[in-house]
T-cell receptor, first 114, second 111 residues
Framework: DAGVIQSPRHEVTEMGQEVTLRCKPI?????LFWYRQTMMRGLELLIY????????DSGMPEDRFSAKMPNASFSTLKIQPSEPRDSAVYFC????????????FGDGTRLSIL | SQQGEEDPQALSIQEGENATMNCSYK?????LQWYRQNSGRGLVHLIL?????REKHSGRLRVTLDTSKKSSSLLITASRAADTASYFC???????????FGTGTRLQVFP
């Protein structure tokens, strides 16, 4: 079975540039989550979708961050403009029933903003 | 914000020994989950234990849950070098219905 697929695996870009992270959840899962992991703050939930609809975006740090899920098999997380403090590993995860079932994580995108 | 706090933060043992990691949390929960993260990889789900359960097993893993003490433990028996990873507990509370991760325990198993 294909797991959660994220791209790119690594992204290095300069401050002020737009960054787009992509995620393909596991087929049949109806919930999708975006997390950010840093040494200082650990693993933080940014936003989650249920049946392609954003349910809670209270973890999105600023208006520079936006996320979309145009269909059940694809989601994007966009940062525009990017800043050095956005450097982190960004994970996408999916599950069959929001938070009450196990989440399956992709291998993340390691983002470095110079 | 992090609800779960793991203890210890780091643990080093020899292959064959048992490893015990503890997790404490603050609010009433629906369930508690344990995940493993290998270096440079995503988290992998290990076990989910519901608030009305006290113990669960999966292979060499044993998880206990004490809701009166708001704590859980993960025991890995007969550890292997391949068990080297960070281990996180995560809770789903009745209040927020979100999965909140703890700070993690870094386990090093020496061959």
């Amino acid at each position: 079975d294909a797991g959660v697929i994220q791209s790119p695996r690594h992204e290095v870009t300069e401050m002020g540039q737009e960054v787009t992270l992509r995620c393909k959840p596991i087929s049949g899962h109806n919930s999708l989550f975006w997390y950010r992991q840093t040494m200082m703050r650990g693993l933080e939930l940014l936003i989650y979708f249920n049946n392609n609809v954003p349910i809670d975006d209270s973890g999105m740090p600023e208006d520079r961050f936006s996320a979309k899920m145009p269909n059940a098999s694809f989601s994007t997380l966009k940062i525009q403009p990017s800043e050095p403090r956005d450097s982190a590993v960004y994970f996408c995860a999916s599950s069959s029933d929001s938070f009450r079932q196990p989440q399956h994580f992709g291998d993340g995108t390691r983002l470095s903003i110079l | 914000s992090q609800q779960g706090e793991e203890d210890p933060q780091a643990l080093s043992i020899q292959e064959g020994e048992n490893a015990t990691m503890n997790c404490s949390y603050k609010t009433s929960i629906n369930n508690l989950q344990w995940y493993r993260q290998n270096s440079g990889r995503g988290l992998v789900h290990l076990i989910l234990i519901r608030s009305n359960e006290r113990e669960k097993h999966s292979g060499r893993l044993r998880v206990t849950l004490d809701t009166s003490k708001k704590s859980s433990s993960l025991l890995i028996t007969a550890s292997r070098a391949a068990d080297t990873a960070s281990y996180f507990c995560a809770t789903v509370s009745y209040n927020t219905d979100k999965l909140i991760f703890g700070t993690g325990t870094r386990l090093q198993v020496f061959p």
